[in-house]
């Protein structure tokens, strides 16, 4: 039976190995320690595994007591420590090639501007009077500021003019410690992809159109599957991810990569080398039939892929995303979670919560999940369902 080191992670990969046959070791991070992952864990060790020197001394004891078939990770911090350690030990997962030009967002602008592929102009500034040159240089078109190395569209902001642009600065450089990365703003719908890549041989599962706050903000809102698109830009978006997979050295395993559909074309926001987060794994899932997680955890073992069974047409999520209020009641949740199409609800709003901003996808309350008869149906659903979960607030002084 294959044994598989897992890096971090919620408990969703538990039963995906469970289902699988495969047994598992793995190494959690103490915030997000859950009672079934050490109860089905065959090893089990909470530490901080972004130490290099303690998730190898550990990986190395383990892998000589009971050796490994390969090491994985699904959480995006983990992506780096579990592809050193897969290299380490000499077994299946090190996709690390892919992982270093991806978790450092101004390493992928610069690998796509040497290769003339998905053009932006962006600049790396290490202070306000960097990105001030670099609005002035775009004439004053919007830019977006975001962290290298962040995720969960935490610190990230549209600065729409020069006047914006100071506040904006100090609110996305206290989201990190180092440079930040300043783009030229995309205009056109957003749309991330979900890839399964097998020795270099990348095959897109899904694509997925997004919904996302207003300006100046990019938290996520929803999402639905299949995206609705013509051939033409279809064909444009499948080739455009299909070469950037080619040149990252993706191998074997899943992608997750966000790009906007331009007016002169596709073009990629950024990409991380793990399953979409956000449920989009399941939306997936639910209408390809593409398992990500158990698909390339059969990959790096060498095992026959799961049979792909899709059980909906369409689907659609719609996240909870109350702000700057004091929730005073809530009711109707039952109610939402009989309504039509509904898969589940999830919903974390309590009497007596005082939300602040939605500073990142973290801060949201919960979500509905919807199947439909096509996307259209799927959307009503899920808005629906929504709102049928009654919320009392009062705005915050």
Same mark, same amino acid.
């Given at each position: 039976?294959? #044994? ?16 699988? $046959? ?31 020197? @303690? ?20 959480? @995006? ?12 030990? $000499?077994?299946? $997962? ?15 602008? @610069? ?33 977006? +500021? ?15 003019? %020069? %006047? ?33 890549? #097998? ?29 609705? +698109?013509?051939?033409?830009?279809? #064909? ?8 950037? +997979? ?102 974390t709003l309590r009497a007596g919560q005082e939300l602040g ?15 439909g008869d096509d996307v259209e149906d799927a959307v009503a659903?899920?808005?629906a369902a929504r709102d049928l979960v009654r919320v009392k ?5």
């Amino acid at each position: 039976m294959s #044994h598989v080191l897992v890096v971090g992670g919620r408990s969703t990969v538990v039963g995906k190995l469970e289902k699988l $046959g495969v047994r598992f070791s793995m190494v959690q991070l103490p915030e997000l320690f859950e009672e079934r992952q050490l109860r089905a864990a065959q090893r089990y060790a909470v530490l901080d595994y972004l130490d290099p020197a @303690e998730l190898l001394a550990i990986s190395r004891a383990w892998h000589r007591i009971d050796p490994f078939d390969a090491v994985v990770s699904y959480t @995006e911090y983990g992506l780096e420590p579990a592809s050193r350690v897969a290299a380490e030990l $000499g077994v299946a $997962g090190d996709n690390l090639t892919a992982v270093l030009a991806t978790r450092d967002k101004t390493r992928t602008r @610069e690998l796509l501007e040497r290769n003339g592929l998905s053009p932006v102009r962006y600049r790396v500034c290490a202070g306000l009077d960097e990105a001030r040159a670099f609005l002035h240089d775009l004439g004053g078109a919007p830019i977006v +500021l975001k962290p290298r190395d962040g995720g969960l569209s935490e610190g990230v902001f549209i600065v729409e003019s %020069a %006047a914006e642009l100071a506040q904006r600065w100090a609110m996305t450089s206290a989201t990190t410690t180092g440079p930040v990365l300043a783009e030229e703003f995309l205009r056109g719908p957003e749309f991330s992809i979900e890839t399964i890549s #097998h020795n270099g041989v990348h095959e897109i599962a899904m694509i997925t159109e997004k919904l996302t706050t207003p300006a100046p903000r990019f938290v996520e809102l929803g999402h639905q599957v299949p995206a609705r +698109l013509d051939p033409a830009p279809r #064909h444009s978006v499948e080739g455009l991810i299909q070469e950037f +997979l080619d040149l990252i050295g993706q191998t074997t395993g899943p992608a997750h990569t966000e790009i906007k559909l331009t007016p002169t074309g596709p073009k990629l926001i950024e990409s991380q080398t793990r399953i979409g987060g956000d449920q989009v794994w399941e939306l997936c899932e639910m209408v390809s039939g593409v398992d990500l997680f158990a698909e390339s955890i059969a990959l790096l073992c060498g095992l026959p892929r799961p049979p792909r069974t899709p059980v909906a047409a369409a689907a659609a999520i719609r996240f909870f995303g109350l702000e700057q209020v004091r929730v005073l009641d809530v009711a109707d949740v039952a109610v939402a979670e009989q309504a039509h199409g509904v898969v589940r609800v999830v919903c974390t709003l309590r009497a007596g919560q005082e939300l602040g901003s939605l500073a990142s996808s973290d801060s949201r309350q919960g979500y509905v999940l919807c199947t439909g008869d096509d996307v259209e149906d799927a959307v009503a659903n899920a808005e629906a369902a929504r709102d049928l979960v009654r919320v009392k607030t009062e705005a915050l002084e």
